[in-house]
Structure formats: structure tokens, C-alpha cells
């Protein structure tokens, strides 16, 4: 049982930054895709980011292309969302989470593992 654990978010305005993290409890995350979704209120969980088990393969939901960057550090067990020019329209709580496979993938239901979340407000 992998345990994920979501650091980092916060209230910053428009066109500011913020750089998620999240810990994994198992070197087996290391093994694992990751990924990052959010969940805005009265709206469905979505895709935002996800990264190969290695860090070479990425892929993001076209809203934040060009905007975030999602990263790993293995030997930390951690994966990290940069997040930069941000929009109100990005406010949502974050959730980190391991994937079944490898390969980078964006349905939830690929998705094992799953963090209590991290609330992200941006202000206009």
C-alpha cells in the first residue's frame, strides 16, 4: 500500500507560481507512472500532468501546457508539479497519484494510489 503524501499548495494571484509535492511511502513509486489531477468545486476530478516511471515521457491536459511542469525525483520518492502563470481558473484541490503501469497514462482509473490533495486559490 503506497501512501502519498501532497505539499505545497496555497493562495497567490494571478500570473504567480507554486511548485506541488508529493512523497510516496514505498520504493515502488519508483516503478510507477505519476500523476497530478485536480478537482475544482461542483466539477469532475481531470487530468493535469503525468510522468513515466523513468522521467523521460510526459504529457499534459492542453489547459496547462506551456504553464506546468511535472518532475521526479526517484531517490526522494517524490514528484513535484511546477506551476506558473497561473489563473483563477486554475484554482482546484490537487491530488497526486501512482499509476498501475510504467507508461505515462491520464484516465483515473489507471490510477492506484491516491493523496488526500492539496488546495490551490488563485486570485484575480
Known amino acids: 500500500q503506497v501512501q502519498l503524501v501532497e505539499s505545497g499548495g496555497g493562495l497567490v494571484q494571478a500570473g504567480g507560481s507554486l511548485r506541488l509535492s508529493c512523497a510516496a511511502s514505498e520504493r515502488t513509486f519508483s516503478m510507477k507512472a505519476a500523476g497530478w489531477f485536480r478537482q475544482a468545486p461542483g466539477k469532475e476530478r481531470e487530468f493535469v500532468a503525468t510522468?513515466?516511471?523513468?522521467?523521460?515521457?510526459?504529457f499534459y491536459a492542453g489547459s496547462v501546457e506551456g504553464r506546468f511542469t511535472i518532475s521526479r525525483d526517484n531517490s526522494k520518492n517524490t514528484v513535484y508539479l511546477q506551476m506558473n502563470s497561473l489563473k483563477p481558473e486554475d484554482t482546484a484541490v490537487y491530488y497526486c497519484?501512482?499509476?498501475?503501469?510504467?507508461?505515462?497514462?491520464?484516465?483515473?482509473?489507471?490510477?492506484?494510489?491516491w493523496g488526500q490533495g492539496t488546495q490551490v486559490t488563485i486570485s484575480s
Open positions: 510522468i513515466s516511471a523513468n522521467g523521460e515521457g510526459t
Open positions: 497519484a501512482v499509476a498501475k503501469q510504467y507508461y505515462t497514462v491520464t484516465q483515473k482509473n489507471d490510477y492506484d494510489y
